[in-house]
């Protein structure tokens, strides 16, 4: 079991940023990797970012390449998501996930087996 806590979403402007944490608990010893996803309303939930057990690879939807960073720290079973020159059409609820696999590419949310409870970040323009 691994459970995941989002924290640090909030109200921002465009232009603006805001750091997501994701906290890990329960089997943290597992060499996951971690991915990002986010969901508007009456969208489906789309894949933002994942980096592998190590942090030596990432990989970006495009629509967010340049503007966001995702990375980790094991030691504090901590994954983050850094979002700068944020768009309005960034809002949305943030969830990040656990799996066995990382996938240098654009993933569905089936391949991760392990979810947060989300964070809502809402960009004004």
């Known amino acids: ?3 995941l806590v989002e924290s640090g979403g909030g109200l921002v402007q ?9 906290a890990a608990s329960g089997r943290t010893f597992g ?4 991915a990002w996803f986010r969901q508007a309303p009456g969208k489906d939930r789309e894949f933002v ?21 995702i990375s980790r720290d094991n030691a ?3 994954v983050y998501l850094q979002m700068n020159s944020l768009k309005p059409e960034d809002t949305a609820v943030y969830y990040c996930a656990a799996g066995e696999v990382f996938i ?4 569905p949310s089936a391949q991760y087996d ?5 964070t809502q970040v809402t960009v004004s323009s």
């Open 31 to 34: 060499r996951y990797a971690k």
């Open 76 to 78: 504090k079973n901590t």
């Open 114 to 118: 392990y979810w947060g409870q989300g």
């Open 1 to 3: 079991q691994v459970q």
């Open 14 to 22: 465009a232009g603006g940023s805001l750091r997501l944490s994701c």
């Open 49 to 69: 970012a994942a980096i592998n057990w190590s942090g030596g690879r990432t990989y970006y939807t495009d629509s967010v390449k340049g503007r966001f960073t």
């Open 104 to 107: 240098a590419g654009t993933a």
